[in-house]
């Protein structure tokens, strides 16, 4: 069965410097990822995927991912962080049972990110 | 171009009353799942249907709750005599047709039992 797990409930980093989010999982067949991003009250919104061919998946707001395999990571980054950023992100895998259907989605705990001014 | 639609967006309840969470998925899309959060959590799935059946209900509480999508009109989560550990935020996100559709979410209902 697919699992995520996110290292990490609470991430700061300063305004400016460099994001980094880790997410490990595991898959008995090649996986899904994905990246969401939660705001305060919201639901989520999807940052980038990753479903077949280049490993380097970019995303909005800056974001990109990085799929390897040999590590079975997806670890988000983002180059200068945002005071706009400050959010929690769910790292998640799909349950890929009926062929190429996104079907039910597995996520991690979430990872809140914390911007220092 | 309306995204998907849940209500209500908050909803309190009493020990033992019944919650029911509406979804409108988006203009096209025929895919709803369920997803709930708990505090502290990441979402859960709980089930997956289409219109007029039910694909996939493995993370549904096999008792008071349950989940219909009619060929008219939202989805609709119930859960019945609800519980104080029923109190979470309740997500429903939808998908069109084609293989590796994204699914796309709704803002939440946050249930509140009292």
């Known amino acids: 069965a697919q699992s995520v797990t996110q290292l990490g409930s609470h991430v700061s980093v300063s305004e400016g410097a460099l994001v980094l989010l880790r997410c490990n999982y595991s898959?008995?067949?090649?996986?899904?990822l994905f990246w969401y991003v939660q705001y305060p009250n919201q639901g989520l919104q999807l940052l980038l995927k990753?479903?077949?061919?280049?490993?380097l998946v970019k995303g909005i707001n800056g974001f990109e991912a990085e799929f390897k395999k040999s590590e079975t990571s997806f670890h988000l980054t983002k180059p200068s962080a945002h005071m706009s950023d400050a959010a929690e992100y769910f790292c998640?895998?799909?349950?890929?049972?009926?062929?190429?259907?996104?079907?039910?989605?597995?996520f991690g705990k979430g990872t809140r990110l914390h911007i220092l001014p | 171009n309306a995204g998907v639609m849940q209500n209500p967006r908050h909803l309190v309840r009493r020990r033992g009353q019944e919650a029911r969470l509406r979804c409108s998925p988006m203009?096209?899309?025929?895919?709803v799942y369920w997803y709930r959060q708990l505090p502290e959590e990441g979402l859960k799935f709980m089930v997956y249907?289409?219109?007029?059946?039910?694909?996939?209900e493995s993370g549904m509480p096999k008792e008071r709750f349950s989940a219909e999508f009619p060929k008219e009109g939202p989805s609709i989560l119930r859960i019945q005599q609800v519980v104080r550990g029923d109190s979470a935020a309740y997500f429903c996100?939808?998908?069109?047709?084609?293989?590796?559709?994204?699914?796309?979410f709704g803002p939440g209902t946050r249930l509140t039992v009292l």
């Open positions: 996100a939808s998908s069109g047709l084609i293989s590796t559709d994204t699914q796309y």
């Open positions: 898959s008995s067949v090649p996986p899904y």
């Open positions: 990753y479903t077949t061919g280049a490993t």
């Open positions: 998640a895998v799909s349950d890929r049972k009926r062929g190429n259907r996104d079907d039910k989605i597995i």
């Open positions: 203009k096209g899309h025929s895919h």
């Open positions: 249907l289409q219109k007029e059946n039910i694909i996939d």
